[in-house]
C-alpha cells in the first residue's frame, strides 16, 4: 500500500465478502479480518490479490523482524539518487542567472531518470489501480508529474523553449503566456523528489513508532538449560513445553512465565513491569518470561509457553491496539475514499475554467497540475495510525496496554472511576499493621507472639509471623505448639507460656483484658480490622492489628484522578467499617460497601442509569463482569485472567498510579490524533483554493503536501516523550512505594 486510499480501497473489497469484517491498517501495513469458520484464509488473500496488492497470512505467533531487515533502504536508495538529479534542475529553473544556453536540454537530461525511475512506484501504483477502476493519491501524482514532463517535451520539441539561448523566471503566481515557452520540468522532478522524501521520513517514522512492539518481542531468552533425566541440556525457547523445569542462572533471563521450585533469588522485573526495584522470589513464587535473574540460581517449572506467556498476550494486545481503528479514523477514511475523484475533477474543471477566461494554456495547466498534488491527503491517512502506533508503545513501554483506538475515546467522556478495594487500592494479602503493648516492649511482644505465629499456615499467622521477621529478625523456636481451630495458637517459647488468638482462648486460659487493651481492640474492629491477642504467664499483654494494608501510592493517585475530573467510588464485598476506613484513608467520599461478586454489575449498571459515565478499576475474577460492563474497565496485571480478558485497558504493574497514566496517556494520544487530522484537514482545505486559483507553483505544492505527513508523523512522535506518575518519576522510589510484581495466573 502507498497511501491511505489503498487501505479504504482494500478495506471495501474483503467487506464485500459474505461474513467478513475488515480493518485494514495503513501505518501498520496489516489487515485484521473476522470471517466465518468455513472460509479459506486463502480467500482473503486471493480478494486482495485481485485489487491489484499482495499479502500474506501472519505467523503462528507474533516474531521480532530481523534488525538487518530494513524496509526503508530501497526507498532510501531511491531518494537519494532523485533528490543528486533534481537538485541541478530545480537551480537552473530558479535561478535565470544560471541558464547558460541549452540549459533546457540539461534539465530534460536529469529530469527524464527522475520522473522514469524515481517516481516508478507511483506509477506503478496508478496505473494497477486505473487496471481496477480505482484511482489512489498515487494516481494524483503519477497524473500530475507526467502532465508536467509531458507539457515540457512539448515546449521543448515544438514549441519555442528548446530554442538556444531561451529564459524563463521563477514566479508563484500566474502569468499570461501561451505556454509553448515554458517547461516545468523542475515541477516533474522537484514533486517526484519531495514526495519521496515525504514517504522515507514517513516508512522511518513508521518504523521508529512500532518500535515498542518490536522491542517488546526481543525482550524473550533465545535458549534455555531445561532439565531432562537429571541433566541440563540447553534447547531454544519455542521447544519448552509446559511442565518442564529449567534452571536460570544469576544474570540470565528467565525463559518463559513458571512457578520457582528450587532456589531464591532477586527477579529484575522491570522490563515488563516497569518495576525498578528487584523482586525476591522463592519456591512456590511465580515468575514472568523475559525478566532477569539478578541473583542465586533457580529451578524453574514452565507453566505457561508459547502465545500463552504474559509477554506474548502483551505483544498481541498492543499490535492489536494499533490495528485497530478509532471512530475518527474511519471518518477519515471515509473522506480519502471519494476524494481523490473529487480532486481529479477539481483539476479538470480548474483547467477548463482558466482556459475558457482565456488566461492561456500556461496557467490553466500550471493550476490544474498544483491542485493534482496539493491534494494529496497522505497525512489524512496518517493522522490516526501514527498517533496510536506511538501512544500503544508508549504505553507497553510504562506497563499499560491499550487494547483498542476505541478505548481513547471513552477515556474522554469518563466521568466516574469505581475502584475495587481489595488488590487495586489495597495489597489484597494480609498484614501486621499496629502493635498496642501493656506491660511489655512492643519488640518482645513480636518476638515471642511471631516466633509462635509463625508455626501456622493461617493467613493471620502469617501476617504477623512476617511483621515480626521484618522488625526484629530471626525468631526463637517453639514448645509444645497446639493449634486451636478458629481461636488461636499456644506454645511456650523461651520458657514462657505463651498464647495468640481471641479473646475465646484467652478466657479458657483464665486471662481478661483490662481497659486500654480492650479499648484497643474496639478500635481496631471499629475501623474494620482483625484484633489478635497476646498473653503469657497468665496476663493479657498486646493486642497486634491485622488488616489488609493500602498500598502506598493510592492515596496519591486518588488524588490525581481527581485531578483528572474523575469523581473516585470505593466498591467492595467487605463490611461498611473497614471500606470506610479505607476510603476515608485514601481521600474516597462515596462508598459501597457489602456488595456480592455479582451484584458489582448491578451497582456500575446503576451509575450508569444516573447518567454517569464510569471507568471501573479491579484485579479479580469477581470484577470481571463489572470491567466488562463499565464505558472503560481497566485491570491490574497482577490479577486475574478473566479481569484482564474483560477490561479495555491492561496496567502491567499492581499500583494504582498506572490508571492515572493510563487515563492521561490515553486522552493525550486522542488529542494528537485530533490535532493530527485538524491539521490535515486544515492543510488541504486552505491550499487547495490557492492552487485552483494559480497562485501555487506545483513545485512548491508538492514540498508542502510532502511536509505535512512528516509534520503528522513527527507530532505523533513527540507521545514518546510522555512521562508516568510512578515513584521513580517522582523521584521518591522507595520500597515501600514499589508495585507489586505481577504473578502468574
Known sequence: MTCASCAARIERKLNRLDGVTATVNYATEKAKVSFPAGLDPAELVAEVEAAGYGATLPAAEPVAAERSDDPTAALRQRLVVSAVLSLPVIALAMVPALQFTHWQWISLALAGPVLVWGALPFHRAAWTNLRHGAATMDTLISMGTLAAFAWSLYALLFGTAGEPGMTHPFELTIARTDGAGSIYLEVAAGVTTFILAGRYFEARSKRRAGAALTALLELGAKDVAVLRDGREQRVPVAELVVGDRFVVRPGEKIATDGVVEEGSSAVDASTVTGESVPVEVGPGDGVVGATVNAGGRLVVRAVRVGADTQLARMAKLVEDAQNGKARVQRLADRVSAVFVPIVIALAAGTLAFWLGTGEGVAAAFT???????????????LATPTALL???????QLGILIKGPEVLESTRRVDTVVLDKTGTVTTGRMSLVGVHAVDADEDEVLRLAGALEHASEHPIAKAVAAGAVARVGELPAVEDFRNTEGLGVQGVVDGHAVVVGRERLLAEWGVHLDGELAEAKRAAEARGRTAVLVAWDGRARAVLVVADAVKPTSAEAVRRLRGLGLTPVLLTGDNEAAARAVAAEVGIAEVIAEVL?????????????????????GDGVNDAAALAKADLGLAMGTGTDAAIEASDLTLVRGDLLAAVDAIRLARRTLATIKGNLFWAFAYNVAALPLAAAGLLNPMIAGAAMAFS???VVTNSLRLRGFRGTTPTDRGTPTPAARPEPARVG
Not at 390 to 396: E, F, L, N, P, W
Not at 600 to 615: I, P
Open 367 to 381: 493550476a490544474a497540475v498544483a491542485v493534482l498534488i496539493i491534494a494529496c491527503p497522505c497525512a489524512l491517512g
Open 390 to 396: 506511538v501512544g500503544t508503545g508508549r504505553g507497553a
Open 597 to 617: 461478586p455479582e451484584e458489582k454489575v448491578d451497582v456500575v449498571a446503576r451509575l450508569q442509569a444516573e447518567g454517569r459515565v464510569v471507568a471501573m478499576v
Open 709 to 711: 505527513s512528516v509534520f
